[in-house]
């Protein structure tokens, strides 16, 4: 029996498993397939407190899990395929080797960014592709560049990339905007931002670097070759939780419903990071939800200790 499992090992897990190591919890930690999440595939990180000159989300990651594993934090290499929250205390989870039983539950399984499914993508993230401004638009100063998106998070991440770049370029299928009325006007008024109408993104073209995107206009089937610093891709994220449908309540867009101290609908469960803020989507504010749903989590345990226990009847003696 566990005191707490965490399920996930981006900032949000990481941080959950430091704060509950210790409140000596000695809590398990259950990394999934994606050792790190998201950060673990950051190649600069210039904007995380404490590190003056940056470092690489590698390294941030490797800091962290060291930090968590000082503090008594138990790490299994696996992912979780099953969970049964519909019981309550104790919280029964698979893995492909495994089965286990724990008191609470903290779920930090993140989200992934929507991508555009073309050549080239995955092979070049990280060297002029990105799904994140705030993380990487220092690097493209005096740079061109394309953002892919029409609704409210391409206008706003595109206005903020203004100030670096030369040209932003909006690449929208439609002829018209998803994004609020307010957001619109702002872009139109921005002398640094031009949109391009009913067009896709095909490919993606560099070796060590973008420098070029293959564009095609949906309406007329032409397609050309655009030379580009930088590709930005914003339509939309996947929070990772198919495997707890049915277990807690999520909103339309699958990300799970917490309440202001990160509580699900199932007393004892917890979440933290992506797999439910769906737009700070930043290493330092996962890493504060971390913290919070491991102090919530103490809390609950600890509540729980509190609790009159059943009295078992003494075995009759012949």
């Known amino acids: 029996m566990e005191e707490v499992i965490i399920l996930g090992s981006g900032m949000a897990g990481l941080t959950a498993a430091i704060y509950a190591a210790r409140a000596d919890l000695s809590p398990l930690l259950i990394t999934g397939n994606e050792l790190g999440g998201q ?87 990280g060297r002029g592709v990105s799904y994140c401004a705030t993380c990487d638009g220092f690097f493209f100063r005096g740079k061109e560049l394309i953002v892919v998106g029409g609704g409210d998070s391409a206008l706003q991440e595109g206005l903020f990339l203004t100030k670096f770049a030369s040209r932003v370029n909006i690449v929208h299928r439609r002829d018209q905007l998803r994004a609020g009325p307010v957001l619109q006007a702002r872009a139109a008024r921005n002398e ?33 070759e655009r030379p580009i610093d930088g590709v930005f ?20 867009e699958g990300y799970l419903i917490v309440d202001t101290r990160l509580h699900t609908s199932v007393p004892g469960v917890f979440a933290a990071g992506e797999v439910h803020d769906k737009i700070f989507r930043q290493a330092i504010t996962s890493a504060g939800f971390g913290c919070m749903a491991a102090m919530e989590a103490e809390k609950y345990l600890a509540a729980l200790e509190d609790r009159p226990q059943p009295v078992q009847a003494a075995a009759a003696s012949g």
Request: hydrophobic letters at 40%.
């Open 39 to 125: 950060i673990a595939t950051t190649t600069d990180v210039e904007n995380f407190p404490g590190f003056p000159e940056g470092l690489t989300g590698p390294q941030l990651y490797e800091l962290m899990f060291k930090q968590a594993q000082r503090f008594g934090t138990r790490v299994e290499y696996d992912e979780v395929v099953e969970v049964d929250f519909t019981h309550g205390s104790p919280f029964r989870l698979k893995t492909h080797s495994a089965e286990y039983e724990a008191k609470a539950v903290i779920v930090a399984t993140g989200a992934r960014p929507r991508k555009l499914g073309v050549p080239g993508e995955d092979r070049l993230i």
């Open 192 to 224: 640094k931002i031009h949109f391009i109408w009913n067009t896709v993104v095909t490919e993606i073209i560099g070796d060590s670097a973008v420098r070029a995107v293959r564009l095609k206009n949906v309406k007329t089937g032409e397609e050309y």
């Open 233 to 252: 891709v914003y339509i939309g994220h996947i929070p990772n939780t198919t495997l707890f449908r049915g277990q807690l309540a999520m909103d339309e």
